[in-house]
């Protein structure tokens, strides 16, 4: 049996334009973002000590960790001080007012 590779994340009503909700499709935490009314997923785990980003301040697309000020471009996972560093990300889709992640061949 196939499973669908796209998971149902969070209705598109509940995550509110500008801001960031963690979720966890398939127990996975994945950061969500809203931003000009575009769905954005990264992994919601920092890069350097793996605190969650949820706990973290958005500003634009920009999320900055809340525990050493590491930060993060939601829109595609970039470290904003070097190119080596990319948070995993996923690709989204909105359908009948809900947003599914694509788990299957995330990158
Ligand atoms: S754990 Fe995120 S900046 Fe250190």
Not at 43 to 54: D, E, F, Q, R, V
Request: aromatic fraction near 10%; glycine fraction near 6%.
């Amino acid at each position: 049996m196939i499973s669908d590779p796209w998971v149902f994340a969070i209705s598109y009503e509940e995550l509110i334009e500008g801001t960031f909700h963690p979720v966890y499709p398939k127990g996975l935490n994945v950061l969500l973002a809203k931003l000009d009314d575009q769905i954005y997923a990264v992994i919601n785990k920092c890069a350097h000590m793996a605190c969650t980003l949820s706990s973290g301040t958005l500003n634009g697309s920009i999320v900055t960790c809340a525990c050493h000020d590491w930060r993060y471009d939601l829109k595609d996972g970039s470290f904003i001080d070097t190119a080596e560093i990319r948070l995993r990300t996923f690709n989204t889709k909105k359908e009948d007012d809900n947003i599914y992640i694509l788990l299957e061949g995330a990158s």
